[in-house]
């Protein structure tokens, strides 16, 4: 619910701060006092744009509105201009958009949301039930899902089969080789060995030489024991020497022996040494292709083949996705003719109640109607699309809401709606809504705007003591040489303000009507 508004710089209007509560509120006021410059400043707060509202002489429009305990800001400078909502700057979207879920404002000129086709479709679905329209998203979803993922593997068919050849190439190359993890450094040893038979027949030679040649180290060690056994006779602490060196003996021996067997296994293999070196480059290429080292070409390897194995399964999951289509598209058929199918009945009832609604509220000759117009094809919210028709007048025919309708009109167009649909937001503003209203139209304007009030808030710029007399607050605006006030108008001053509305005088007649009026409306 609007609380408060703070108005600095605006049009006529210098500061003014007014307090509103629930119910019915109207602003009157003589003709050109300047009623509709709030309705202005609500509107700015929804993004209506600020061009010829500063004050003449101001540097600085603010509009200030305080609604369920939040503060919605806008202010406007020479060339720029300012939104914040609890003292946080944003842009004037987020404004306009999380004061349009509090506040809506029906006149000729103001930010009127039900001229969106997307808002008049929400309008008539408050009428049906509200699982069909969530159950032909879901099936509309679905099939868009279906849909979508058909045409990437379509899009996709001829690089497919392009990575399906490299694929097959890279894996048949990689299994081809037979990789062993580890055998590249073997290959590697084996290879520098092969290289190096004379060298190494060389150096083991000498060595096993030194060993068990002429001067031997065999023979020496041999010597030395005999030596340590024959002195331990008479020194038992050298016995313990004499078996290390029957040890070390024993050592040498076989390494010896392992000496001259490696000689012996020490042939050239020029074959050989050709094989371990083709393996070596045949790894060395893969890596070059697929990675460093073994494991990594086995992990290629292994990824390639489970792509293989997707790409492969691609015509097979386009089959199966082709049947679903079909059974997604009669799904969505079906539940979107049902959604139809209430919307039509829907439509029907509101064209016919609401049109009852409108002539009651002095347009006799009005004509209202939801129009359905079948899409070519189905919409994310539904197989039609929706949109309110209105003449005011039979001769001219039925014409979309927003370009039939004058700003008196569409305002009771809508008092109309809100009575009937409901209002989604809160407080609901009209202005113009009495132009060219009289008689008993308007005592009947005046009823459902009361009847209204009982439900949501109401604020009204009107010239009809009829409704004026219907409301819980009443202001009046004044302009006078110190410029536009608008006075809270209670007790004596509101009976007077009446009579003025009623008859332009404050005659005793015109007074006693005016509170005829205040008794029978309370």
């Not at 006779?233 to 070390?248: I, V």
């Not at 393996?279 to 489970?306: D, V």
Request: hydrophobic fraction near 45%; proline fraction near 2%.
């Amino acid at each position: 619910m609007l609380e408060r508004l703070e108005v600095q710089n605006l049009a006529v209007l210098e500061q003014v701060a007014l307090e509103f509560g629930p119910g019915l509120t109207v602003l009157t006021g003589e003709t050109g006092a300047g009623k509709s410059v709030l309705v202005d400043a609500l509107s700015l707060l929804l993004g209506e744009k600020a061009e010829g509202l500063l004050r003449p002489g101001a540097d600085t429009l603010l509009v200030t509105a305080f609604i369920d305990g939040k503060s919605f800001s806008r202010k406007v400078t020479q060339g720029r201009g300012t939104a914040r909502i609890e003292g946080e700057v944003v842009s004037l979207r987020e404004l306009s958009e999380e004061t349009a879920q509090h506040l809506a404002i029906h006149a000729q000129h103001a930010a009127l949301a039900l001229f969106s086709r997307k808002a008049q479709r929400r309008l008539l679905d408050t009428q049906i039930e509200p699982d069909l329209l969530a159950r032909y998203q879901r099936a509309y979803a679905h099939y868009q899902s279906i849909q979508s993922e058909i045409e990437r593997l379509e899009a996709a068919a001829r690089e497919r089969e392009r990575k399906l050849d490299i694929l097959r190439f890279q894996t048949a190359e990689i299994d081809q080789a037979r990789l062993v993890v580890g055998e590249e450094e073997q290959l590697r040893q084996e290879a520098e060995r092969l290289r190096h038979l004379e060298t190494l027949r060389e150096r083991v030679s000498a060595a096993a030489g030194a060993l068990s040649g002429e001067g031997d180290a065999l023979g020496l060690v041999a010597l030395a024991l005999r030596e340590i056994r024959a002195a331990s006779r008479f020194d038992a602490q050298l016995e313990s020497l004499g078996r290390d060196l029957e040890g070390a003996l024993d050592t040498l021996r076989a390494v010896s022996r392992e000496l001259e067997d490696y000689l012996e296994g020490l042939e050239a293999d020029p074959q050989r040494l050709d094989e371990v070196e083709a393996r070596l480059a045949l790894i060395e290429r893969l890596e070059r292709k697929y990675g460093e080292g073994i494991p990594a070409i086995l992990a290629y390897a292994e990824a390639a083949r489970q792509e293989l194995l997707e790409l492969e399964g691609a015509e097979d999951r386009l089959g199966q996705l082709y049947a679903q289509k079909e059974s997604a598209w009669q799904t969505l058929l079906q539940v979107g003719q049902q959604l139809s199918q209430a919307r039509f009945r829907a439509a029907e009832m509101l064209s016919r109640k609401a049109s009852e609604e409108i002539r009651a509220l002095g347009m006799p000759a009005a004509e209202f109607r939801v129009g359905l117009t079948p899409l070519e094809h189905p919409g994310p919210d539904g197989l039609e699309e929706i949109q309110l028709l209105f003449s005011a007048n039979p001769s001219l025919g039925l014409s979309p809401l927003e370009k039939a309708a004058s700003g008196g009109e569409l305002s009771r167009v809508m008092l109309a709606l809100a009575l009937l649909t409901g209002s989604e937001a809160e407080t609901v503003v009209f202005d113009e809504i009495d132009t060219g209203v009289g008689g008993e139209a308007a005592w009947q304007v005046a009823e459902r705007l009361a009847r209204l009030a009982r439900e949501r808030q109401v604020l009204v710029v009107t010239h009809l003591p009829q409704i004026a007399a219907r409301a819980q607050n009443h202001y009046r605006v004044v302009k006078n040489e110190a410029g536009v006030q608008v006075q809270l108008v209670q007790g004596e001053e509101r009976v007077r303000e009446l009579a003025r509305m009623l008859s332009g005088s404050y005659s005793e007649a015109a007074l006693e009507h005016a509170r005829e009026l205040l008794g029978a409306s309370t």
